[in-house]
């Protein structure tokens, strides 16, 4: 924190506007933010669909053994309905999600920025480079 002080002091005494300096904070961030959300989507889209897998198997298993239970059904129609279960899940990320998630996380980003700069924004350069060592 140090060190981005006294940056942001030598930046605004040699001239750099403070609209500048919080677009450099802002960008620096998306940086970081956007290798982060690519990687999140592909290991979200892995994890969801393991944690469908893995509820279904357990939903079947419990459906089974309550049937078993429960006895022999009857030959109708609506009792062989009844026994069915799913095979398979699917689960996926509509677009809509993920753009969502994206505007999420550039306004978290925007608010970071705004909180961890406006602080050091508000002194003079001077104030800053002597708050910094």
Sequence with gaps: MRDRNRETGAL?????TKTSIAAQYFT???MIAVPAFVAAYFAA??????MGETTLASVNKSAAQDMAQAGQF???MESSA???TLDSLTVGLTSGSVLQAAIICVVVIAVVVAISAV???RKSPRAILADAT
């Design 12 to 16: 605004l005494s040699i001239g750099v």
């Design 28 to 30: 620096e961030m998306l």
């Design 119 to 121: 602080p050091m924004m």
């Design 82 to 84: 009844s026994a069915q």
């Design 74 to 76: 009857g030959a109708d």
């Design 45 to 50: 889209g892995r994890f969801a669909q393991w």
